[in-house]
């Protein structure tokens, strides 16, 4: 029922806003035509994908190591009578390689749920299926979904791509006008990156969560742009999110992101140990970007809040149990550098060293204090894309990284102590591969 209400009060709000504009359009456009399978298309993805972690955090030394391929096919019907379509997209991964501890790689099925190689696998699902609705133009119009559908910065919830995208079941909506854009969503169901299987929302504690509510109002021009989004997972999480940026000149741009949790009745009845913070958590994020030629140079500096008694807190990406949350800060490196009271900063160097070669360095700090530790964490990343190298090619992508880290031995976040008292180092090498080639069935 409330989802049926949810259709009714946007297509209200189209109705109603964008009468005259979706008239003068009907009026200058010509007779509608049967386009479902005329303008349908069918594009073939094949990804093969290696990731890598060499880390002793929590445990002696420790190699996370998985390996797999991946083929996606994704479909996208035209619109009948230009209004109604059906979008699905199917993906296939095998195992390539495991070791112990894999499934922290999100590429592969652990069919035990004990990170044990044997029990990885690969999977094969339909990630999205959908009815959608179009109304209006890109400019004035209306987009709906209904369905299993891949999110990606959609209000507070995004998707993560391995050898395959995380999904959602529910319903959105989209309402354009000009600059502005409202978008809107409820969603109960999930389907991880790297599993078949549809799962319920969920707590932490394992407790059921009906459904997520979330919408956002986004505005852009052509030198700023601004988000606000909204979302609750029921009874569970409240969540806000600010995301803004400013183009000064050619050359420079500024850009800062908010990002706020509140823990709500379930949430607060939970477990302290299922908790990553008390009450509520923020991370504040400033950015700014100088280019010049084939340069980029990025600079961002962060701060969390994110209190927790007698451990470290730390902001949480996750809206419940397997979801991902929209995160764009260039602090998006698993819990670290989101931790109560800690100063992160960032740098980001750029080069473009051909039309085919973009190479980088990222390097990441961060520092808190905890029981007269000082504890610093930080690593060092070479990253590398290739593309567009050759004509027979123009399709294909390889992206590498590589990164050497430091950070501290600890329990759920909170440093380990030795007998001084003082917090242990724990240095970590990871490495990732991704070749990706693309093309389009029909042409």
């Known amino acids: 029922m409330k989802e049926a209400l949810f259709i009714l009060l946007f297509s209200s709000l189209y109705l109603n806003a964008f009468h005259s504009k ?3 359009s009907d009026a200058q456009a010509p007779p509608a035509k049967n386009r479902f ?3 349908a298309q069918v594009d073939i993805k094949l990804r093969n994908y290696w990731k890598y972690l060499k880390e002793d955090e929590a445990q002696p030394v420790t190699v996370h190591n998985a390996w797999g391929q991946a083929v996606t096919l994704d479909f996208q019907s035209g619109y009948l009578w230009d209004r109604v379509g059906f979008d699905a ?3 296939g991964a095998i195992k390539l390689g495991a070791s112990d501890y894999f499934s922290t790689r ?7 749920g004990n990170m044990e190689k044997r029990d990885a696998h690969g999977f094969s699902k339909f990630g999205q299926r959908y009815l959608k609705l179009k109304l209006g133009n890109d400019a004035y119009g209306f987009n709906a979904k209904a369905g299993w559908q891949e999110l990606k910065n959609f209000g507070v919830l995004t998707s993560t791509h391995r050898l395959s995208r995380n999904s959602y079941a529910g319903y959105s909506g989209i309402l354009n006008g000009g600059n502005m854009q409202l978008a809107l969503g409820v969603f109960n169901k999930t389907i991880r990156h790297d599993s078949a299987k549809t799962l319920s929302l969920q707590t932490q504690s394992g407790q059921k969560v009906d459904a997520i509510y979330t919408g956002a109002l986004n505005y852009k021009d052509q030198q700023s742009a601004f988000t606000y989004a909204f979302g609750e997972a029921r009874h569970y999480q409240r969540r806000h999110l600010i995301e803004a940026a400013y183009t000064l ?3 420079w741009r500024l850009a800062s992101q908010i990002y706020g949790s509140q823990g709500l009745e379930n949430y607060k009845s939970m477990p302290a140990s299922k908790k990553t913070f008390d009450t ?6 400033g950015e700014v970007r100088r280019t010049q030629g084939d340069w980029a140079q990025t600079f961002a500096a962060a701060w969390t809040s994110a209190p927790k008694t007698n451990v470290v807190g730390y902001y949480a990406r996750p809206l419940t149990k397997n979801t991902r949350g929209r995160f764009n800060s260039l602090t998006s490196v698993g819990k670290d550098y989101t931790r109560d009271k800690e100063l992160a900063l960032v740098s980001l160097s750029q080069y ?6 973009n190479s980088g360095i990222q390097f990441n700090y961060g520092q808190f204090h905890y029981r007269n530790n000082r504890v610093r964490t930080g690593e060092v990343s070479l990253i590398n894309r290739f593309s567009n190298w050759h004509p027979d090619f123009k ?5 590498t990284l590589l990164g050497y880290g430091w950070s501290y031995k600890n329990s759920k976040s909170t440093p380990q102590l030795n007998a001084r008292g003082k917090y242990m180092r724990s240095d970590s090498l990871s490495a990732e591969v991704s070749i990706e080639y693309k093309f389009d069935l029909f042409n």
């Open 106 to 112: 999100g590429l592969l099925y652990d069919s035990g």
């Open 280 to 285: 509520q958590a923020w991370h504040y994020v």
């Open 37 to 39: 399978w005329q303008d």
């Open 352 to 357: 473009q060293i051909s039309p085919w070669i």
């Open 249 to 251: 000149s050619p050359r």
């Open 89 to 91: 997209t199917y993906t």
């Open 395 to 399: 399709n294909m992508t390889v992206s």
């Open 22 to 24: 979706a008239a003068i």
